[in-house]
């Protein structure tokens, strides 16, 4: 039988041991916070917001939020972002992606203070996951190296493979877990012979955002499968890159979709928007 990773009840254990540190944090005087724009009413992203949102009030994160019409200018969000590097009482500054059009993204992102960039996608913590420096990690991939720590999954040594190469995903995926010591191999959409490259994997991401993808053709018996997809079929229910079914009976450990890594990226912003707070503390 395999183990399945159970997201959820990891991200609840990781957002109570947040608490009593905010909570800890609080009777010294120290308040975190987190500012959150969103750009338009795109209604995914109006959910993923409620949810963050959600999650501060839990562990007690002060949320700032700024809910800003789809006509913002590119220079109005700058100025605002500006406003907020300045701010002291703010720790973390998140701008909910995508952003309308007329906005370029890669400016936006480069606008926010790197030591407040608790999403990590600032070149400069991109740069500093890569050489090794403290920084700020994206949180889906943060959260996939705390299910497996978590699981009791050993990364060392392990054949890796991560299959998507987006910035947000794939790319610091490959990074974290060449940092655990596995030895990590990234496909794409031009890679050859993608089943038996996923055939040797010890620890597979799936990340290639196409539904129930992956069946059993393409794991190895007792392999870790990580899957990142999430999609909704023709019945409205929510599946993932892999087809669960199909696979779970091969492999050693897996996680659902839901309840297996979605979870995990809200718990890690909330983590990094605690660390913030006190690196700016320890300045
Ligand atoms: N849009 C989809 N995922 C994310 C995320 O992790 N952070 C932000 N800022 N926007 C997103």
């Known amino acids: ?21 905010v909570t800890a944090l609080k009777d010294t005087g120290t308040e975190v916070a987190l500012a959150v724009i969103q750009v338009g009413n795109d209604p995914a992203s109006s959910v993923y917001v409620r949810n963050k949102k959600k999650a501060c009030e839990y ?13 913002t200018t590119e220079d109005a969000l700058i100025e605002l972002i500006e406003k907020l590097n300045k701010n002291e009482t703010v720790n973390g500054i998140l701008v909910q992606l995508p ?43 943060a959260g996939i190296i705390q299910l497996l720590k978590r699981s009791g999954i050993s990364i060392d ?22 940092r655990e010591n596995g030895t990590v191999t990234i496909c794409h959409s031009h890679t050859k012979n993608l089943k038996e490259v996923c055939q040797r994997a010890d620890i597979l991401v799936a990340a290639i955002g196409k539904p129930k993808f992956f069946d059993e053709s393409y794991v190895k018996d007792g392999a870790v499968v990580i899957d990142v997809g999430i999609h909704r079929n023709a019945e409205n229910k929510l599946c993932g890159d892999v087809d669960y079914d199909k696979v779970a009976d091969k492999v050693s450990a897996i996680t659902p979709v839901p309840g297996g890594v979605g979870p995990m990226t809200i718990a890690m912003l909330m983590n990094n928007c605690v660390e913030a707070a006190l690196r700016m503390n320890n300045r």
Not at 2 to 15: C, E, L, P, W, Y
Not at 108 to 121: A, L, N, Q
């Open 1 to 21: 039988m395999a183990q399945i990773i159970d997201g959820k009840k990891i991200s609840q254990d990781i957002k109570d041991e947040l608490k009593e540190k």
């Open 59 to 71: 562990i007690g994160i002060r949320s700032l939020s700024y809910e800003l019409p789809e006509e």
């Open 99 to 141: 952003v309308p059009k007329h906005i370029d993204p890669d400016k936006i992102i480069r606008t926010i203070s790197p030591e407040k960039d608790v999403d990590g996608f600032h070149p400069q913590n991109v740069g500093k996951l890569v050489i090794g420096e403290e920084g700020f990690v994206s949180c889906t991939p």
């Open 157 to 178: 040594g392990k054949d890796c493979v991560v299959v998507g190469r987006s910035n947000i995903v794939g790319k610091p995926m490959a990074m974290l877990l060449l």
